[in-house]
């Protein structure tokens, strides 16, 4: 009669085999096995290289998490799916087969349940793309959630959609050091925000920047602002805000490499509308043609070098007195760039 083996009690071996077990195990097996209690949870961090994970998180009705680490393991990806009022997220095998569901009719309840269990486990950085917000409340109930996980952001990214100033403000606060920061959702009209020299993301994005203070942002490596929402009084189009950042990239060091702004209705410019009279009696048509900045006054007192005007731009080139490093300035309709190019 064959002999039944009995199974290996993994956790009551020594810490160093069993951290060299861990290493033939793929990141889906520690996964999984992370999962069966909290005991296991906790000795599987144990086991783990520390600062190597990293997750990538696109919220949907078809969301997906994806579990990376910078090594030789494979990442895991958890894939959503929606079915009627019903939200599931799986871990399957190469074939199809599912191997490990969440299901809740509440999908900020499991996003939230999986994010302690990767923080508890992995400790990972975060990126986070909310590419379809289903209550600016589960947004704020997600972010929230990941400050206190204490995790490391790596980008966030808000898709188009209105949002209240309060969350707005928080947004901007609690993600002034990531790598990149996209908003594409729209602010309320009489916003305000100045952003102090701790705010040092790499790729700002703004879609609706009317409340921006261009030379805020000098610690920012590139910058790029658009005004979607077409604000009749945005702040980049006074004259002196553009002129306080040029100012400031020649006096300071601040990381700025590029930063771009592209207006809309009121853009960097302003315009003037003439009425003319129409071919039919008693009918007008309006014609709005653009002008530009006084560009004299607005570099007067800088050091420049003019490198091509014409009648609607101007582009110069500034020197930074600390290092002697180049950028051009170009500004023209609807348009203002700074852009270092030494």
């Not at 000795?43 to 990376?68: A, Q, V, Y």
Request: proline fraction near 4%; hydrophobic fraction near 40%; charged fraction near 25%.
């Amino acid at each position: 009669m064959t002999e039944v083996s009995k199974p290996l009690p993994l956790f009551r071996l020594p810490a160093i085999p069993l951290t060299k077990i861990s290493r033939y195990m793929n990141l889906q097996e520690i996964l999984l096995v992370s999962l069966t209690s909290k005991k296991s949870a906790f000795i599987m961090r144990s086991l783990l290289p520390t600062n190597r994970f990293f997750l990538n998180i696109k919220i949907s009705e078809e969301s997906n998490i994806f579990l990376g680490v910078k090594g030789p393991w494979a990442p895991v990806i958890v894939k959503g799916e929606k079915t009627e009022d019903v939200f599931e997220l799986q871990i399957a095998q190469h074939n199809g087969d599912v191997i490990h569901r969440w299901t809740s009719l509440d999908l900020e309840a499991i996003v939230k349940s999986l994010l302690s269990h990767f923080a508890l486990v992995f400790n990972p950085s975060i990126s986070i793309h909310f590419e379809e917000v289903f209550s600016e409340e589960f947004m704020m109930g997600v972010m929230d959630h990941v400050k206190q996980l204490n995790l490391v952001k790596k980008s966030i990214k808000l898709s188009s959609f209105p949002m209240s100033s309060e969350n707005y403000r928080y947004i901007l606060d609690e993600c002034r050091a990531v790598s990149e920061l996209w908003l594409f959702c729209k602010v309320e009209s009489d916003f305000e925000y100045r952003a102090g020299p701790d705010f040092r993301i790499d790729y700002l994005h703004v879609s609706d920047g009317h409340w921006m203070h261009l030379d805020d942002f000098s610690n920012c490596k590139k910058v790029k602002v658009f005004d979607r929402s077409e604000h009749k009084q945005p702040k980049y189009a006074n004259l002196e805000v553009p002129r306080a950042l040029i100012r400031k990239w020649i006096e300071s060091e601040g990381r700025l490499e590029n930063l771009e702004v592209h207006g809309g209705r009121g853009g960097i410019n302003q315009r003037k509308v003439y009425f003319e009279m129409n071919e039919t009696p008693g009918c007008f048509k309006a014609t709005s043609i653009p002008y530009t900045f006084d560009f004299k006054l607005m570099f007067k007192g800088l050091e420049l070098r003019t490198t091509e005007q014409t009648v609607n731009s101007h582009s110069v080139e500034i020197i930074r007195r600390c290092d002697g490093k180049k950028a051009t300035v170009t500004c023209g309709w609807n348009y203002f760039e700074l852009k270092v190019i030494d």
